[in-house]
């Protein structure tokens, strides 16, 4: 299996998604918080990549069954539902309810992964479920979008997605770009220290200034659910045989 | 000192290089291939971004003092005097001349890092020259800027920034990125095998199927070259005082 992985959004062409099995990596926090979102019985989320296209859509969708939820600067937006901490994602708050959902980073990556053959979310707490459905992808490249950080590479994606890439050589010969390469020589020296890396990281950093620290730890709580947000047709949703905890 | 390390130059932002001192790097083979040419004797470099744009600046100098080089997919362009090899660059060829350069990703980046305060062409040939300038530097806030390869990463570069991370952080304190942290782990695993590496990484494989296998030797040859090209007004320049071997 080839395995291509790209540290920001703005590596992808056309040619690297078109048709094909792609992994969106935000560690900190999208993918990690669509994960909670869907654990806790989120029906669905539709990722968007702009705060205007949030209330366009959501204005346009039945208010009863619909939230807002996003970030900017870490921030949530204002008028909106929710921001992007997995912990707001409780039970109460999302069971059965659609979330319209504008990040950053991370729902922007996954807008521009669209035309893939399928899109898996990722992040530390649900590897263990990506890794099975990945394993079972054949002889196809596989494609690891990093989301980044306002367009620049960040290290806690590059970690996760070296975990990924080093759970798969257990099972499976694998051939790895340069960016792939790089990943998991990362994630090999930083395997032992993951919730050290979320505290030390830029963005780590940066949100715990904003008093986020629990979700540093949350976020770092690798194999903590049994899920795999998949996007079809723009929306995420869980897929039907997904093993739950 | 500040060091920020960008994969890419999609990842330059105007802040990232607007007054700041910037460090270009492209092992394979822009930056090496200048720095060979500085040293045989070229007077000038004047890189630019397109084929379209060598031709018309060629057109525009005197011929008999003026040389056409650059590549496209690692090739020499068609009518172009030279392609992008430092081999072609000795003294008998370029000595007193100026060369309009058009490569696809270490020229780019140099165009791409107008309005810095001062751009330093480096690979690892002539890392001591670089690592001599840039620790002078005092508390400005480094850019090292990585080509990539056609806006994607790439493994030599990167670990190049990190021989450049780690030999700054022998003599001062440092103040990392997320993308210095990772050049700077990426180096420390690669140290003992630059050559190797430069054989093993996806570009380096490439050259190699063109018959460019000496290039990669050439390129792995750290610290074998005493100059220093500076980028002053586009145009790329040796020092007055850099030190010469």
Same mark, same amino acid.
């Given at each position: 299996?080839?395995?291509?992985?790209?540290?920001? $959004?703005? @590596?992808? #062409?056309?040619?690297? /998604? !078109?048709? &094909?099995? +792609? *992994?969106?990596?935000?560690?900190?926090?999208?993918?990690?918080?669509?994960?909670?979102?869907?654990?806790?019985?989120?029906?669905?989320?539709?990722?968007?990549?702009?705060?205007?296209?949030?209330?366009?859509?959501?204005?346009?969708?039945?208010?009863?069954?619909?939230?807002?939820?996003?970030?900017?600067?870490?921030?949530?937006?204002?008028?909106?539902?929710?921001?992007?901490? $997995?912990? @707001?994602? #409780?039970?109460?708050? /999302? !069971?059965? &309810?659609? +979330? *319209?959902?504008?990040?950053?980073?991370?729902?922007?990556?996954?807008?521009?992964?669209?035309?893939?053959?399928?899109?898996?979310?990722?992040?530390?707490?649900?590897?263990?479920?990506?890794?099975?459905?990945?394993?079972?992808?054949?002889?196809?490249?596989?494609?690891?979008?990093?989301?980044?950080?306002?367009?620049?590479?960040?290290?806690?994606?590059?970690?996760?997605?070296?975990?990924?890439?080093?759970?798969?050589?257990?099972? !499976?010969?694998?051939?790895?770009?340069?960016?792939?390469?790089?990943?998991?020589?990362?994630?090999?020296?930083?395997?032992?220290?993951?919730?050290?890396?979320?505290?030390?990281?830029?963005?780590?950093?940066?949100?715990?200034?904003?008093?986020?620290?629990?979700?540093?730890?949350?976020?770092?709580?690798?194999?903590?659910?049994?899920?795999?947000?998949?996007?079809?047709?723009?929306?995420?949703?869980?897929?039907?045989?997904?093993?739950?905890?």
């Amino acid at each position: 299996m080839r395995i291509e992985t790209l540290f920001t $959004p703005s @590596e992808i #062409t056309e040619s690297a /998604v !078109k048709d &094909k099995p +792609v *992994v969106v990596i935000d560690v900190l926090r999208a993918c990690t918080t669509i994960a909670f979102a869907m654990s806790r019985g989120c029906e669905r989320i539709i990722p968007v990549a702009s705060v205007e296209a949030a209330m366009n859509l959501a204005s346009s969708l039945e208010k009863k069954v619909t939230l807002l939820g996003g970030e900017r600067e870490g921030k949530r937006i204002d008028g909106f539902d929710l921001g992007n901490s $997995p912990l @707001e994602y #409780t039970s109460d708050v /999302v !069971k059965g &309810k659609a +979330v *319209v959902l504008a990040t950053t980073n991370g729902t922007r990556a996954i807008s521009m992964s669209q035309g893939a053959k399928e899109i898996l979310v990722a992040s530390f707490v649900n590897m263990v479920s990506v890794v099975d459905r990945a394993a079972g992808l054949g002889r196809d490249t596989l494609t690891v979008v990093c989301a980044g950080e306002c367009g620049k590479f960040s290290l806690e994606d590059a970690v996760c997605a070296g975990m990924l890439i080093e759970r798969l050589g257990e099972s !499976k010969e694998v051939e790895l770009n340069d960016g792939a390469h790089a990943a998991r020589s990362l994630y090999r020296q930083n395997q032992d220290s993951i919730a050290d890396l979320l505290k030390q990281c830029e963005h780590g950093r940066y949100l715990e200034s904003l008093g986020f620290a629990k979700d540093l730890d949350i976020c770092s709580r690798v194999d903590s659910l049994s899920i795999l947000p998949v996007v079809k047709e723009g929306r995420i949703v869980k897929p039907k045989r997904a093993k739950r905890k």
